[in-house]
């Protein structure tokens, strides 16, 4: 085994070579735990500290390593979390199953709190504590809520966060942000009537808006996404990216992140920007397919098990539908039973587990590859928006339950089959 030298058992201290024992200590049995112990010798000889540090401070392993491009000023203060820089994928699996040349999933439920909205929540308490603002607020029943009061939580005492959430939200929701410290306004009526109360509240109290739509710095932290994805392929862009759709604030700042790069000549072409929405909460899918003015979009009465992609009127539509026709793109609908049938076959082809909106963008992608919106030729990223433990239950529907056994190891072999 390269690089082990031996094993030592944690009790009577004896040592063994790493081929000789498997487990724990033969003498000792299980308590006897066993350390594995390197050659430090040679090791100092061949690894050279400075040589790995270099470049790995959680500043540069972060969003905050573009910070030159972003509305805040060198010094400013950020959350003590590492937020973005999360990893990019080339999936050999996800390829095959999609037939492309190259399929990428980026796996944004890393993020502290775990999705996407993270990054907006980083920039935008950031700049309020620029401004000496103390109280930053939404309203939202979900992750941007979260990702709120966890940047807050990271800022130390310097800002706090209020949180406006409809009384009918999910209890497990709830908890995220009061376990974060949050105050939490639980409001005895919709999302939108607690929206418009938290926006009333943020103008007459001075407190820092985060509401989506309405704080046009969300969409400057959520394009760092863009700005990953370029870097992670040496700033040669895929040609699709795939981003599942609610408000449209997220592929908006894709959006803008690809400009920006485009702009500063660090790329040199934009990716067709696909946006997935669930069939029960797509009226930018509507839109785009009629080729309607943003201003005439109506209300809907939005329905999805993808909570975190339903919106009936999408707050940041006219930039999502921007995105699309200006990049050549495409928005699709995907039913509620294929998005929770893509959860476990994102999870089986790449090892990420993704929350149903996040996971949409599998079935999106599969369809625009059967529709002909994608190219058999073509390098496609799929954007992961937010990890799959947020939503246990939706996850739980999409699998078969374990085998239950009593213990007994012959019953077990039995139902594995293995006699
Ligand atoms: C918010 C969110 C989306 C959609 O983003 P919009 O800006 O509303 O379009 C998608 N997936 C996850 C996990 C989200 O939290």
């Known amino acids: 085994m390269a690089n082990v030298l031996k094993l030592k058992c944690s009790v009577c201290g004896r040592e063994f070579s790493p081929d000789e024992v498997q487990y724990t200590c033969p003498v000792d ?42 509305p805040i000023s060198p010094d400013a203060t950020v959350p003590d979390l590492r937020v973005g820089y999360t990893p990019l994928y080339a999936s050999s699996k996800l390829t095959v199953d999609l037939g492309v040349r190259q399929a990428y999933i980026k796996d944004d439920g890393l993020n502290p709190t775990g999705s996407l909205k993270d990054r ?14 103390e109280i930053v607020s939404t309203a939202s029943t979900g ?18 966060a209020i949180i406006f959430v409809p009384a009918s939200a999910p209890e497990a929701k709830i908890a995220q942000l009061l376990v974060y410290g949050a105050t939490v306004v639980l409001v005895e009526a919709s999302y939108d009537v607690a929206f418009d109360l938290c926006y009333e ?21 959520k394009k760092t996404v863009a700005y990953e994805i370029a870097e992670q392929l040496a700033w040669d862009v895929p040609d699709v990216v795939i981003v599942s759709v609610g408000d449209g604030n997220i592929i908006a700042g894709v959006h803008k992140g690809f400009s920006d790069l485009l702009e500063l000549g660090w790329i040199e072409r934009i990716p067709r920007l696909i946006g997935v929405q669930a069939e029960g909460s797509s009226p930018l899918v509507s839109a785009w397919q009629k080729g309607l003015d943003v201003r005439d979009m109506q209300p809907i009465d ?30 699709i609908a995907v039913t509620d039973a294929e ?63 374990g085998l239950r056994v009593p213990p007994d190891a012959q019953t077990i072999r039995r139902a594995l089959h293995l006699i």
Not at 40 to 69: F, G, N, V
Not at 356 to 370: C, D, E, I, L
């Open 302 to 331: 939005a329905h999805t098990i993808a909570d975190s992609i339903s919106a009936g009127l999408p707050r940041d539509r006219s930039r999502a539908l921007r995105a699309v026709r200006e990049t050549s793109g495409a928005l």
């Open 29 to 70: 049995g299980q308590i006897g735990t066993l350390d594995v112990l390197y050659d430090y010798d040679a090791l100092k000889s061949t690894i050279d500290r400075d040589a790995l540090s270099h470049e790995l401070s959680m500043w540069q392993t972060s969003m905050w390593r573009y910070k030159a491009l972003l």
């Open 143 to 160: 992750n941007a809520a979260a990702a709120l009061a966890g940047m807050c939580a990271g800022m130390g005492d310097a800002i706090h």
């Open 339 to 401: 998005i929770i049938a893509s959860i476990p076959r994102l999870a089986r082809l790449t090892g990420v587990f993704a929350e149903p909106a996040a996971a949409a963008v599998y079935a999106g992608a599969q369809r625009a590859v059967k529709l002909g919106l994608i190219d058999k030729e073509a390098r496609v990223a799929l954007l992961s928006t937010g990890s799959g433990l947020k939503d246990v239950k939706r996850a739980q529907e999409s699998v078969a339950g």
């Open 120 to 133: 907006a929540s980083a920039l935008v308490v950031a700049r309020a504590a620029e401004a000496n603002i």
């Open 201 to 221: 509240l943020c103008l007459s109290e001075g407190w820092y808006c985060r509401n989506t739509g309405i704080n046009p710095y969300t969409v400057e932290g």
